[in-house]
């Protein structure tokens, strides 16, 4: 199955053996707290079963999950999984929305100009269906 668009959210949300922290795209201060054992099991769970959901193109159960996981420990990398969910279910305006809440949280620059890409693809998807809304009238 293909996973559209998802490799550097799904990279940093998977980590290194399921690890959820991102330190590398969020400064010392901006990190979330350290999580209690049962606490980031319970938030891994919630991210695998995100990734599955995604996988199988359920795309807003999946942004659902990574929303559900993201309220458990806030996480730059849930943000972007989230946002590319959304995309893909069609959820175009609150794409838009995570992805501003990703750019305006982000310290790296590495991923503003895909981020941005991803927000404006919504711009285009948005412009394609007004123009078939128009079509058929």
Do not use: I, W
């Not at 159960?61 to 990398?77: C, G, L, M, V, W």
């Not at 943000?79 to 590319?84: E, K, N, P, T, W």
């Amino acid at each position: 199955m293909k996973l559209k668009g998802l490799g550097a959210a799904l990279v940093l949300v998977v980590g290194c053996a399921g690890s959820v922290s991102t330190p590398e795209t969020a400064p010392p201060e901006a990190a979330a707290p350290a999580a209690s054992p049962v606490a980031a099991s319970a938030q891994s769970q919630t991210v695998a079963r995100g990734m599955q959901l995604y996988a199988t193109e359920n795309y807003a159960a999946a942004a659902a999950a990574f929303e559900n996981a993201y309220a458990q420990r806030p996480d730059q990398s849930l943000l972007l999984a989230r946002a590319q969910s959304l995309r893909l279910s069609g959820d175009c305006d609150e794409a838009r929305a995570v992805y501003a809440q990703f750019l305006a949280s982000a310290t790296d620059p590495t991923y503003h100009n895909a981020v941005q890409q991803f927000a404006d693809d919504c711009d285009v998807a948005d412009a394609k269906a007004s123009d078939t809304h128009l079509a058929t009238r």
